[in-house]
């Protein structure tokens, strides 16, 4: 039997860098071609007035955003700054250009969407606050058609209000508005004597035990909307923007919770599964801190929608049914050890034979959850990006981040025994993502056969 | 929404043996916030059934009752309004709206629950609601023997509040429904 060999370029010294050494791993990277430089470099300085909007440099203060009709992007450079957590003195070049080519191809009348996705899948900066309209695009929530924008977005943004009018109204005020009664007001001094009864049809009482009582509807789904409650109260608990006492904490917990509710109300089969939660966090997040004030104050009801986009090719993870079926979350591991004995066969047997380590231990968190768990927030939303660009879609891209996230640190587990694998899969340790994409980027393009 | 349960007057186990079914089959826990209850319950056994329903529970001392440790009255505030509780039987002439009232002014409560007649009435007077729930198993009262069990569950809605009259006549549970509000809100 020939044994596999792991190619070379795996093998390399590459692939255990120094965390932050961003020039090696820019110099590395150069796998698509762009743009030379120079065309962006004066960029930098504020003094060029390209046809698109200026993308705020890191150390210099956006003078006025040009008053052209561009879209909203021109608002947030002036705040894109203010919204982005990491370094900002440490933007590059680089960073700055790939930033400038979104800027151009998300401001053009109708988006290329194929470029944006080549350029979505090399990382969105922090910088520009894009993140929210280009994941809008990704998740096809705009069309990519810029002129039906303002009428798409008012269409979905009513209908996400009916939705809430309808399905989070409880059923004192749903039989307010149904049965208009004779209401006494018991301050008025002129009439002394018995109240008036009205009779109740339809079983509308609150005791009503029959199945089309809207009060046992309510009662009945009072369980789900509890569970949801304690699971976004645990939403990210070291993050202020959603723990915390704060008054936009708890209106960003009570939006995700009417998503939630919303949601499990609008889809009885699936209903509400403990992780959504996780999946739903950074999508609010990202369209919450979007700079434009009425993209932030509508957040709730486009995160709703993108959040039925994404998970529409998740669902079947969420069924516990299809749990052994073909389309489900057993399968889906499967796929991903095979994955793995394609490319990195001396790691797959080490660890599936010797070490014995079921891939369901650590595998089912990262799938399931598509890796929010495993990484620091602001890196999960750099592997959404690719996760969301890829053309080949969120599940495929999924299981080759996931294969690369094993061969990164093949040294350690093929050191390892069960206990200390498991305990190295179930807290991954800290990498450099850009690499850990680059990486899963190669598996694509790598045939899995010796050099 | 705040669900309330006034209830009362059962006399178990001297008048009557337990709740009827039907209202002992609506009567799940889960639902229902608050339980008041006007009195005569009158052992501890049902105490404890009214509080596997609710743990909120507020009684009211009835002449009957084995527990000798409930108060004569209690007020409660529950959303934008003060409830009263009382069981009735100190108040005479019993059941008299008049009597009633000055024992509402005297709690400066809103609504006044009180049972001990065994007959659902619901008053309005200057100074408020009066409400009796009546008695929940039928039990005789000193005044008659002809006595349908009932029981009120109350929806307070901020200002606005919906009794809901469940009655047990010939067999079939009967459901009435009573709505009022108050202007102004509560002063705290």
């Known amino acids: 039997m020939v044994k596999q060999r792991v190619p070379d370029w795996l093998n390399s010294s590459l ?31 504020c003094a060029m007035h390209p046809p698109v909007p200026q993308p705020p440099p890191a150390a210099i203060r956006p003078t006025e955003p040009p008053p052209k ?55 969105i900066p922090d910088g520009a606050a894009i993140r929210s309209t280009a994941w809008k ?10 002129g039906m924008w ?10 996400y209000k009916h939705f809430k009018d309808d399905l989070l109204m409880n059923p004192s005020e749903i039989t307010r508005r149904l049965y208009k009664s004779n209401i006494e007001s018991i301050e008025s001094c002129e009439s002394r004597g018995l109240l008036s009864r009205s009779e109740v049809t339809h079983e509308e009482h609150p005791l009503s035990l029959g199945k089309s009582s809207i009060w046992n509807q309510f009662f009945q789904d009072t369980e789900i909307i509890e569970q949801i409650d304690r699971d976004v109260q645990r939403t990210h608990p070291d993050m202020p923007f959603f723990s915390g006492d704060m008054q936009f904490a708890k209106s960003n917990r009570e939006a995700l919770k009417n998503i939630l509710v919303v949601f499990a109300k609008l889809n009885p089969g699936i209903r509400y599964v403990q992780g959504m939660n996780e999946i739903l966090a950074p999508l609010f997040y990202v369209f919450r801190n979007d700079p434009d004030e009425e993209n932030a104050a509508y957040a709730e009801a486009d995160t709703f929608f993108c959040f039925v986009e994404l998970l529409s090719g998740f669902r079947d993870n969420f069924c516990q049914q299809l749990d052994n079926s073909v389309v489900g979350i057993r399968s889906t591991i499967t796929k991903l050890s095979q994955l793995l004995r394609e490319h990195d066969e001396e790691l797959w047997r080490h660890l599936e034979v010797t070490c014995k380590v079921n891939p369901q231990f650590y595998a089912f968190r990262w799938i399931t959850l ?9 890196d999960s939303l750099h592997i959404w990006d690719a996760l969301l660009s890829d053309p080949e879609g969120p599940q495929e891209t999924l299981l080759r981040i996931c294969c690369a996230m094993l061969i990164l640190i093949r040294r350690r587990l093929l050191a390892g025994d069960f206990t200390s694998n498991l305990k190295l899969l179930q ?18 393009m790598c045939p899995a056969g010796p050099p | 929404m705040v669900l309330v349960l006034a209830i009362g007057d059962l006399h178990i186990p001297h008048r009557a043996p337990d709740l009827p079914a039907k209202f002992k089959s609506m009567l799940v826990p889960g639902k229902i916030q608050h339980i008041i209850c006007t009195g005569n319950l009158c052992i501890k056994e049902v105490h404890d059934y009214l509080k596997t329903v609710c743990p909120d529970l507020h009684i009211t001392r009835g002449e009957y009752d084995e527990e000798s440790r409930y108060p004569e009255t209690k007020t409660l505030s529950i959303g934008q309004f003060k409830l009263g509780l009382c069981h009735g039987h100190q108040v005479i002439p019993w059941g008299d709206l008049d009597s009633l009232a000055m024992l509402q002014r005297q709690l400066d409560v809103d609504i006044l629950v009180t049972g001990h007649t065994h007959q659902f009435t619901a008053y309005k007077h200057e100074g408020g609601v009066v409400i009796n729930p009546g008695s929940a198993t039928g039990a005789y009262s000193s005044i008659t023997y002809d006595v349908n069990p009932s029981f009120v569950l109350m929806d307070i809605d901020g200002l606005r509040v919906v009794v809901y009259v469940y009655e047990l006549i010939d067999g079939e549970v009967k459901v009435d429904k009573i709505d009022f ?5 509560a002063a705290h």
Not at chain 1, 24 to 30: E, H
């Open chain 1, 15 to 45: 692939w255990s860098p120094p965390p932050d050494d961003r020039h090696s791993r820019y110099s590395s990277s150069a796998v698509n071609s762009r743009h030379s430089p120079s065309d962006y470099v004066a960029v930098d300085e």
């Open chain 1, 69 to 123: 009709s561009e879209p909203k992007e021109s608002r947030q450079d002036a705040n894109g700054t203010s919204t982005s957590s990491s370094s900002n003195s440490n933007i590059s070049e680089e960073e700055i250009s790939r930033q400038a080519q979104l800027l151009v191809e998300l401001s053009k009348k109708v988006v290329n969407m194929r470029d944006v996705r080549r350029l979505v899948s090399m990382g």
């Open chain 1, 137 to 146: 695009l990704l998740l096809r929530y705009l069309p990519s058609d810029r």
């Open chain 1, 150 to 159: 303002p009428s798409e977005l008012a269409k979905k943004r009513s209908q």
């Open chain 1, 370 to 378: 598509l890796l929010t768990q495993e990484f620091k927030f602001a």
């Open chain 1, 427 to 444: 807290n991954y340790p800290a990498t450099n993502i850009s690499h850990l994409l680059y990486v899963a980027n190669k598996l694509r």
């Open chain 2, 181 to 185: 509000k108050k202007t102004t809100a």
